[in-house]
């Protein structure tokens, strides 16, 4: 008889691949599945009987600001409450390692915390930091390409030098061999607008010999959205490596309705190379408070603000109301600060949802005081709203985006689907009661219908809430085929 440490049984399990769910039992010993079958005889210290529940591999958030959380707060309630067991941290350019500061962090790294949090000069540092603080979920890390230039520029309005560019190539070499996943850009930022495409291709290169991924907050998601798709692209092909488009969307008023020529693009780019986006369930994108997004018949909510703090929650239109200026001139006043810009067709999000390249990633900004609901609510928004109550997308299909999908893409060996022999991140849901209850005005609340949560054999959140067990480990890169 096969023994185990804990047996579920009789769950509808999804396995992650998007095969249509069974009815199995699924052991687990140490931080392995060992069992999987229809009746299991098995021996076991606990036995979860999961009849009516499903059972998914645990949910991989491909694209979280987590950084300096993961281990300031590595209890990782907000992650655990959705049935999230990894985070891919160092997304849009911008990561906590390595990194070393002259000064105040530039926007947007200041999303990621003060100066104080950028502690980590060497990608290693980083890596020893995480498992000493023992996080509630597994990390899997990108570079940022903002750090990078932060590291080696002595400002970043402008193209870097040869020199500094292989000294950025040289801590990136370092990265990638302790285990990083690859690059992230944000180059819609200040911080790195003035990159040139050649700058990009340059630190992407190394990228494929190491079997790594580019990731890219791209130039632009409004009106040239078209051509920054064309340069992630093109940065792809010259260096033989996948792209993954970063919170994929139609920026701006004036673009509502083009995610059917986005989408276009984007298969036209997948029928020649690899690659592949991510998404948010949300009409409403979050960052730090950019004048070039402020239009005033967008509606956007301050988050947070260094010279008035007390203003956070308010909205910008309120704001220059009381203060008697123009929207512009009271977003400087502002500043530094976030913002939550509610910018995006419901539309177009929804058509960049179903598509079958999307992976879904929260984009979460765990140091806002009044965060954007998606922190606590993307992954049971997309099986509540979207799965259940719109059939916008099959079950089978979702969990494939939010497991199988990203363990393939990023690389993460022997996670993100069911089998024999791998990790045991699992997520035990209730699939006619999963939903989100964080809202805008109430964006701090845990998520209805995640029963258990499982990283790495251990269990780390039940319906009372998390059990003081962590067992998140750093995620090292692993080779493995893209699959589109």
């Not at 494939?400 to 993100?416: D, N, S």
Request: overall charge negative; aromatic content about 6%; charged content about 20%.
């Amino acid at each position: 008889m096969l023994s185990c440490d804990t047996l579920i049984r009789n769950a509808s399990v999804l396995d992650g691949s998007g095969a249509p769910p069974e009815v199995l039992d699924i052991a687990i010993r140490d931080d392995r599945i060992c069992g999987v079958g229809f009746s299991l005889a098995c021996s076991a210290a606990s036995v979860v009987e999961a009849e009516g529940l499903a059972l998914a591999p645990g949910f991989i958030d491909v694209h979280t600001h987590d950084d300096t959380s993961v281990i300031r707060s590595p209890e990782m309630l907000a992650k655990l409450s959705q049935g999230v067991s990894t985070v891919i941290v160092g997304n849009c350019g911008i990561s906590a390692a390595p990194v070393q500061l002259k000064g105040e962090p530039p926007d947007p790294m200041n999303l990621l915390g003060g100066a104080e949090v950028f502690r980590y000069p060497t990608f290693s540092a980083y890596v020893a930091a995480l498992r000493e603080a023992r996080p509630g979920v597994n990390v899997g890390a990108l570079v940022g390409h903002t750090a990078l230039r932060n590291n080696h520029m002595d400002r970043l309005d402008r193209i870097a030098t040869d020199a500094e560019i292989a000294a950025m190539r040289t801590q990136l070499g370092e990265a990638l061999d302790g285990g990083a996943l690859g690059l992230s850009s944000g180059l819609a930022y200040a911080s790195a607008r003035a990159a040139s495409t050649d700058e990009v291709k340059a630190l992407a290169q190394p990228l494929a010999s190491a079997g790594a991924v580019y990731v890219t907050h791209m130039r632009t998601e409004a009106n040239a959205i078209l051509d920054a798709m064309d340069e992630a692209f093109a940065i792809g092909r010259a260096c033989h490596v996948p792209v993954i488009l970063s919170h994929l969307k139609c920026a701006g008023i004036a673009n509502w309705g083009r995610s059917e020529e986005v989408l276009h693009a984007l298969e036209a780019a997948r029928a020649a190379q690899p690659t592949g986006c991510d998404c948010y369930p949300y009409a409403a994108g979050s960052s730090t408070l950019d004048l070039q997004q402020v239009d005033e018949r967008v509606q956007i909510t301050i988050t947070w603000s260094v010279p008035h703090p007390e203003l956070a929650g308010q909205s910008l239109a309120s704001i220059a109301q009381a203060w008697g200026v123009p929207h512009l001139d009271a977003a400087r006043r502002l500043q530094p600060a976030g913002a939550i810009y509610h910018s995006i067709s419901e539309a177009d999000m929804r058509r960049i949802l179903a598509h079958p390249a999307t992976m879904i990633g929260s984009d979460g900004l765990p140091n806002d005081p009044r965060p954007h609901p998606r922190l606590w609510g993307t992954f049971p928004r997309v099986l509540g709203r979207y799965c259940r109550e719109e059939e916008l997308i099959t079950l089978p299909d979702a969990v494939h985006k939010m497991t199988g999908m990203p363990a393939q893409r990023f690389g993460l060996a022997e996670r993100g689907l069911i089998r024999m022999g791998y990790f045991a991140d699992l997520v035990l849901f209730d699939p006619a009661k999963i939903i989100d209850t964080a809202t805008f005005t109430d964006p701090i609340r845990a998520a209805e219908g995640i029963e258990s949560v499982w990283v790495n054999g251990t269990l780390a959140y039940t319906t009372a809430g998390a059990t003081g067990n962590r067992a998140g480990r750093f995620l090292q890169r692993a080779r493995t085929p893209w699959i589109q």
